[in-house]
């Protein structure tokens, strides 16, 4: 009976545990090395708080309301400088307004800062926006570099065959 108490007691204790750094995890998200520097650990999580909020600011780029996603996007950027999905968006934003520089800045900051999916995702809109200026060497390369991360995005797989049938190299 002792046995069984202490065992109880013990399991109890590792699921609490477990409870207990998951919640952290998810709240403050995974640390990572910034690309930049070598050195700076980098939280690639979304804040609950302005996921929501990125995710309406997309869906108003969609809607076509450019000057509205951008101010909702740049809001949301002064509290999370670092958010690669809030910068991505807004380098969408960039390229639908033709400011083809700034969007690849901001591309360039989202995979800088980002996990694996958003990275991936930051190159393939940095392969679309070339590829839809017809650079297609420089398309290929970025869309090389989404699927070393993602081999089996078939958005990304879809794009890479478009510029190679077009014969970037």
Known sequence: MKIKRYFLSGFMLAVGIIFVAFFMLKRTGPLQIDNNSGKEPVSTAKTVDTFPEILLAEKTLNGGKIKEAKE??????????????????????????NNFELAEHYFTMAAAKADDLNRSMAYFELGSMYFHRGDNKKSLQYLESALKIN????????LYNEVKARGAR
């Open 72 to 97: 909702m996007l740049l809001k949301i950027l002064k509290t999370a400088p670092y958010d690669s999905f809030a910068l991505r968006v807004m380098g969408m934003a960039c390229e639908k307004e």
């Open 151 to 158: 081999p089996r995005d078939s958005k990304i797989l879809s």
